[in-house]
């Protein structure tokens, strides 16, 4: 069946320092991927997403590389700050569509001062 | 602050009860989505309506269920509660049913005693 994965729950990194989140996904007719970022007490908020077409896409502080070979996805981001510490979720679907999002298990991001 | 609002905030009700949330969408989404966040099933798509008609299915039980009124807002119905639907249940809404960006609410909190 279709899953994401994420490979670490958990990640510490000092404040400043650049972050790198991975995903791994198993259904390779998934075309259309997004990070999403939940702080506590608040829903999943949209990041950056990508398709398929794409292996690298860079927004502000962040960029999301994609490798399908290997069916792998991950979150870097940059001159971390405290308020990047929450749980970072990647999603999938296909035809870059918002139906049936499938959610990864999350990881949790902990900036260090 | 997504634009997206959902009443009541936490919810507590015991086993055997029926509960309705509510949701807003954005101004202009037509496309709203409910989806159950539970610590061991994670972030779960429950079902998606666009312009008032059920548009994707996702694991949604029987006894739950949804409906999108001509207003947009959306209500998701839950009857013969269990202690396992304790959850966060998060809408979510976007303008078109795919192809672009989803904003999630802040959620409402089920707790089944």
């Known amino acids: 069946g279709e899953s994401v994965g994420l490979h670490l729950p958990t990640l510490s990194v000092q404040e400043g320092d650049n972050s790198i989140i991975n995903c791994a996904y198993s259904n390779s007719a998934s075309d259309y991927f997004i990070w999403y970022k939940q702080e506590s007490g608040k829903g999943p908020q949209f990041i950056i997403d990508?398709?398929?077409?794409?292996d690298k896409r860079q927004g502000q502080r962040v960029t999301v590389l994609l490798n399908k070979t290997v069916k792998h996805l991950s979150l870097q981001i940059a001159a971390t700050q405290p308020g990047d510490s929450a749980v970072y979720f990647c999603a999938e679907n296909k035809n870059f569509g918002n139906e049936k999002l499938t959610f990864g298990t999350g990881t949790r991001l902990t900036i260090i001062p | 602050d997504s634009g997206v609002t959902q009443t009541p905030k936490h919810l507590i009700t015991a086993t055997g009860q029926r509960v309705t949330l509510r949701c807003s969408p954005r101004s202009g989404d037509l496309s709203v989505y409910w989806y159950q966040q539970s610590l061991d099933q994670g972030l779960q798509f429950l079902i998606q309506y666009y312009n008032g008609e059920e548009r994707a299915k996702g694991n949604i039980l029987e006894r739950f269920s949804a409906q999108q009124f001509p207003d947009l807002h959306s209500e998701l119905n839950l009857s013969s509660l269990e202690l396992g639907d304790s959850a966060l249940y998060f809408c979510?809404?976007?303008?078109?049913?795919?192809?672009?960006?989803?904003?999630f609410g802040e959620g409402s909190w089920l707790t089944v005693v």
């Open positions: 990508i398709r398929s077409n794409m």
């Open positions: 979510a809404s976007s303008a078109r049913p795919s192809g672009n960006t989803i904003y």
